[in-house]
């Protein structure tokens, strides 16, 4: 069996990391025009800088959860592959033992030169010299912003086509092209399934789902997978 599961800030949320666009989430406290593209990157470095450094303090107290380690024992244990597509920017999955993991929206941990697109990897604060390796600069975080283009997405589009089930954890299926790859993977004959807190905006392109929260759900569906296999 081949498996394809796309993660979203709900897989973290139990972690301590904030979602998105739930009632409290960072949506919320901040105006994506503000933080999260390359114009406000461009108008206030500063502030974007703050923001980010903010996130990545957060990632570094936060540990995984029993939903990251219950999908990376899934990985270890299961016989077939498993591809985790993240769009999550924190290292909880890695922290957890996974190993085939696509992070598509970047990660906060590494630094991006923007001339010269050298990466490093980042612990705390954003330095503020220039880039060690062309001189340039300015660094920011490996992140995509929106009006980029996530990362790796030939490579996830073909294990989508080659998944005998996606499954998707912890997102509310707003950010494209992510929210497609239930139809994606759907139309290439997977079967779907939604793990999530509450119905996603995607939640009919599903074939199967079940709702609750992920260090709940995510464990006793993978002992099922692995039991059946
Ligand atoms: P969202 O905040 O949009 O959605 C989080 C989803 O997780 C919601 O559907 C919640 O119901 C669900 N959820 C919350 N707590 C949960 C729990 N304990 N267990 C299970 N599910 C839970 O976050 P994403 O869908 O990940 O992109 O957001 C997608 C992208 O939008 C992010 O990668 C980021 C953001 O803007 C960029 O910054 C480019
Ligand atoms: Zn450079």
């Not at 990897?121 to 996530?150: A, H, I, N, Y």
């Not at 509450?198 to 939640?203: K, L, T, Y």
Request: net charge negative.
């Amino acid at each position: 069996m081949n498996i394809v599961i796309l993660t979203g800030a709900g897989v973290s949320a139990e972690s301590g990391l904030g979602t998105f666009r739930d009632v409290d989430g960072l949506w919320t406290k901040y105006r994506i025009e503000d933080v999260a593209t390359p114009e406000a990157f461009a108008r206030d470095p500063d502030f974007v800088q703050d923001f980010y450094n903010l996130r990545r303090r957060n990632c570094a107290e936060a540990t995984p959860n029993a939903a990251h380690f219950a999908l990376a024992r899934l990985e270890a244990e299961l016989e077939g592959e498993v591809l985790i597509v993240t769009q999550n920017v924190d290292d909880l999955h890695e922290r957890a033992g996974s190993k085939r993991l696509i992070h598509m929206h970047g990660e906060l941990l590494k630094s991006l030169c923007a001339s010269c697109e050298d990466r490093l990897p980042l612990k705390g604060e954003m330095p503020t010299s220039p880039c060690q390796k062309c001189g340039g600069g300015p660094l920011r975080p490996d992140v995509v912003w929106f009006g980029e283009m996530p990362y790796r997405m030939e490579e996830i589009w073909n294990a989508l086509r080659m998944a005998d089930l996606f499954v998707s954890i912890g997102t509310s299926g707003n950010v494209y092209p992510a929210a497609a790859f239930a139809q994606d993977a759907g139309r290439a004959g997977a079967d779907t399934l939604e793990l999530n807190l509450e119905p996603s905006d995607g939640a009919s392109d599903f074939a199967d789902a079940r709702y609750g929260k992920a260090t709940d759900i995510v464990p006793v569906w993978v002992e099922e997978v692995l039991s059946a296999s």
